[in-house]
């Protein structure tokens, strides 16, 4: 059965990084999926920040992310990443990975930014 994992939140001040892994396990082919990491504010609802695009290898960023946050992956370790950078209480939420084009989801990680 395949399932994907994050980790890596926690509670950071304002200003601060984060990186958060998302590891797939269960024999998928991790390498032919595009991944995407989504969040969900409270009171929000979910909201999709970026994404591969898995014909070209290229990301798609949410506008609103102002080039803070970048995606990663290391397809020999089945683990895509996210950095966060610069971040800000209003990014406070639950943030979690997907493997596009999937019923995929990761049981999301908390991120608490503090002012």
Request: hydrophobic letters at 30%; charged letters at 15%.
């Amino acid at each position: 059965q395949v399932q994907l994992v994050e980790s890596g939140g926690g509670l950071v001040q304002t200003g601060g990084s984060l990186r958060l892994s998302c590891i797939a396990s269960g024999g998928i082919s991790f390498s032919d999926q595009a991944m995407a990491w989504y969040r969900r504010a409270p009171g929000k609802q979910q909201r999709l920040l970026l994404a591969t695009i898995s014909s070209s290898g290229s990301t798609w960023y949410s506008d609103s992310l102002q080039g803070r946050f970048t995606l990663s992956r290391d397809n020999a370790k089945n683990t895509g990443y996210l950095q966060m950078n610069s971040l800000k209480p209003e990014d406070t939420a639950v943030y979690s990975c997907h493997f596009v084009g999937t019923d995929l989801w990761g049981q999301g990680t908390q991120v608490t930014v503090s002012s």
